[in-house]
């Protein structure tokens, strides 16, 4: 997250500007064949000038930007006489760019053209994707509009009406979780949603052309920066935790009321997690695919490649966060594909505690060694640092670039142990619940969360002083145990808070945290999460350029961000998630009570999952 502190920035003043960018709408309206251009001059290292040597100084501190970079925004028209061929645009840039730089800084570049516009290029064909979302979205309004209409009006209600009726829908919206869940854990999921929005409303600021870059170098280079870069970097181990705790309950529940083995609850069980996921993530994608270009089109545009026209597929087989993961469709889908794996994963440990409940203790304790033992051994084997460290080029490349995201951040295996903790404080809870002795257990249970906090604030305090070290990431077992138990100790510190919460027998906290508004905001919590990448990234493509960074710039834009992301979550889960899913589930009875009829009572126990 990026944060404020007091500290004072070292006097760049002499230096160049990073970004200066002519007025791209300004030089749209002024010329009629207008050109503009956005390009990049890199500094040629001159150790005879004293600015080169100061300049060199500063890009050395992987913290800082890379100063020996230059972006630059150029209305050509301003700066050339007559029509604009498209083979001297590049003379044109280098020229212009090569005289300004040196007579300024009597430094030379190397010039490289990232992107240009022109007034042919700002106009395009409206393609068949396009038609396409254009016609589902119609269909989709449409629809919506007669179910709306018709549904009061209906004797009986069909089962279309029924599904996209907006009075129907808010009637689920705003209807209260099962009697078997915790609902505590659902307001949890509200306000973990909602950081993490904020979060992401304020990275791509770090990828702006801002007037003010020595104040972003300030932040990136206090002492106390990598511990709150530490607690965004595991702050995902959150959403595994939680998603390993519903998971678990929702089984052993069920283990609870059908005795009898029957591996097909698990096959249904993936069948209504892909009616609740595809549909509304597969409207995002095509959006995405189709009309998004359209959104960003302008300077900026190049900043924020979106890959959804041709990797749209590594999204649907949720196998994004291993294939092609430096081109991704969505930037951010990459935990819906790691959550998948690790739903399948989950299915197989506690297919096999439905089977033998005898080995429920052993399953356990296995999945508590793997939480410890796969990141330490991929942090050894891959040599890869123990934790995510901030690099301003990596940082820019959005962590395309940054090795230990590719391989640690993202892969499912790396992250089980936030999933496998919270699995096992629901089976935990299971034991734990209805027996006599509880308030002995939660004092225990609070002790044991108390010294967790501890623990988990030393390993992450040790973060701050973790590059001095200086030690060497090839085959490091220090870096391998202590990035093991740090991801670790998110996951259990998780696991333990929401036993202490779910054993609670009064608590304000619970009561809020189950409060039927939360309930509301935690149902919205996957369409936030799919459509947040699409609000923030169109917005923060149009913004005037160069802003400067600032907590009131922040905040304005963060207030709106969120509030859109929230508006457009919610038109997409009353248009599309609620409806197609209570359908979905209408299709899935059908055929339950159908099987059901043809082969006998055996399967009753399986239509009412």
Not at 274 to 285: D, E, K, Q, S
């Amino acid at each position: 997250m990026i944060f404020f502190v007091c500290a004072t920035a070292s006097p760049f003043t002499k230096l160049p500007q990073i970004y200066q960018y002519d007025d791209f709408s300004l030089c749209r309206r002024r010329y009629t064949e207008f050109v503009y251009c956005v390009a990049t001059a890199k500094l040629l290292p001159d150790e005879t000038k004293r600015l080169w040597n100061v300049i060199s100084l500063v890009t050395s501190n992987r913290r800082n930007f890379p100063r020996d970079k230059l972006e630059r925004g150029l209305c050509l028209n301003d700066y050339h006489v007559g029509v604009i061929d498209d083979r001297r645009v590049e003379s044109i840039v280098s020229a212009h760019l090569a005289g300004q730089i040196y007579t300024k800084y009597g430094l030379h570049i190397s010039t490289e053209i990232d992107s240009c516009w022109k007034n042919t290029s700002m106009v395009q064909k409206t393609t068949f994707g396009e038609m396409v979302f254009v016609c589902i979205s119609l269909f989709l309004i449409i629809l919506t509009i007669y179910a709306t209409w018709k549904e009061p009006a209906a004797a009986t209600r069909g089962v279309l009406i029924e599904s996209f009726a907006f009075q129907q829908n808010w009637h689920r919206f705003t209807k209260a979780s099962g009697p078997d869940s915790l609902p505590f854990l659902e307001g949890l999921r509200a306000i973990g949603m909602l950081t993490i929005l904020v979060v992401h409303s304020q990275l791509p600021m770090i990828r702006m052309p801002v007037k003010n870059p020595e104040d972003f170098e300030a932040q990136t280079n206090h002492f106390v920066f990598p511990l709150f870069n530490s607690g965004n970097t595991h702050m995902i181990q959150f959403f595994f935790a939680l998603g390993g705790m519903v998971f678990g309950l929702s089984c052993l529940n069920h283990f609870e009321k059908c005795r009898t083995f029957h591996g097909a609850y698990f096959i249904e069980k993936l069948v209504r997690r892909l009616i609740r996921i595809l549909p509304a993530y597969g409207f995002v994608i095509l959006y995405h695919a189709t009309w998004y270009k359209r959104v960003k089109r302008g300077p900026l545009e190049f900043k924020f490649n979106d890959y959804c026209s041709s990797n749209w597929w590594t999204n649907v087989l949720f196998v994004n966060n291993y294939v092609r993961p430096t081109e991704p469709c969505l930037q951010y889908g990459w935990y819906l594909g790691a959550d998948m794996q690790l739903f399948l994963i989950g299915c197989m440990l506690l297919l096999f505690v439905w089977r033998f409940p005898q080995m429920t203790r052993t399953v356990a304790a296995s999945m508590a060694i793997s939480a410890l033992s796969i990141p330490a051994y991929v942090i050894y084997t891959e040599s890869t640092s123990a934790t995510m460290t901030f690099d301003m080029r990596h940082a820019l490349a959005e962590l395309r670039t940054y090795d230990h995201f590719i391989k640690y951040y993202l892969p499912s295996h790396t992250n089980v142990s936030g999933y496998f903790f919270g699995v096992i404080a629901a089976m935990l809870y299971k034991t734990l619940d209805g027996r006599d002795q509880q308030s002995r257990f939660r004092l225990i249970l609070q002790r044991t969360l108390s010294l967790c906090s501890i623990v988990l604030f030393g390993l992450n305090a040790f973060t701050m002083i973790l590059p001095s070290l200086n030690i060497n990431p090839r085959m490091s077992l220090f870096h391998a145990l202590y990035g093991s138990l740090l991801k670790a100790s998110w996951g259990w510190c998780y696991g333990v808070l929401f036993l202490v919460l779910a054993l609670k027998s009064k608590s304000l906290l619970v009561d809020v945290l189950s409060h039927s508004c939360m309930q509301c905001l935690a149902k919205l919590s996957y369409c936030v999460y799919i459509v947040q990448y699409s609000v923030i990234y169109g917005m923060y493509t149009n913004f005037p350029i160069p802003i400067k960074y600032g907590a009131f710039n922040l905040v304005i834009l963060t207030s709106a961000l969120v509030l859109l992301s929230l508006l457009t979550a919610f038109l997409l889960h009353m248009a599309v998630e609620s409806p197609v899913v209570h359908l979905g589930n209408k299709l899935l009875k059908y055929f339950a009570e159908k099987e059901t009829l043809s082969n006998g009572p055996q399967y009753k126990q399986l239509k009412n999952l």
